[in-house]
């Protein structure tokens, strides 16, 4: 599923017209900077948690040495934040079945 099914789906369930949809499908998943609930909340360093569903935080990695793999001189990798999203167990048992 793409946005625009995600879109049409939720037009369809909430009877929202789709432009009101795409809004809020926009306004919970934009990773724009400075848009989206999620990525917003994440850049703030806390986690959004949607019971049964999951839950979105973010971890650091720590900074490390590495390789160029086209020179194979050694490298500092910086440290930095990724997402990450664990599925609650309501939804890992639907999917499971």
Do not use: H
């Not at 049409?8 to 848009?35: I, Q, S």
């Not at 986690?47 to 979105?56: D, W």
């Amino acid at each position: 599923m793409n946005k625009t099914e995600l879109t049409e789906k939720l037009a369809k369930m909430t009877g929202l017209p789709k432009v009101k949809a795409g809004e809020v499908v926009d306004a919970l998943f934009d990773a724009r900077p400075g848009k989206g609930i999620i990525a917003i909340e994440l850049d703030k360093g806390r986690k959004v948690a949607i019971p049964g569903f999951g839950t979105f935080s973010s971890r650091s990695r720590k900074a490390r040495k590495g390789r160029n793999p086209a020179t194979g001189k050694a490298i500092t990798i910086a440290a930095k934040n990724y997402p990450v999203f664990r599925a609650g167990k309501t939804l890992k048992d639907r999917v499971a079945k």
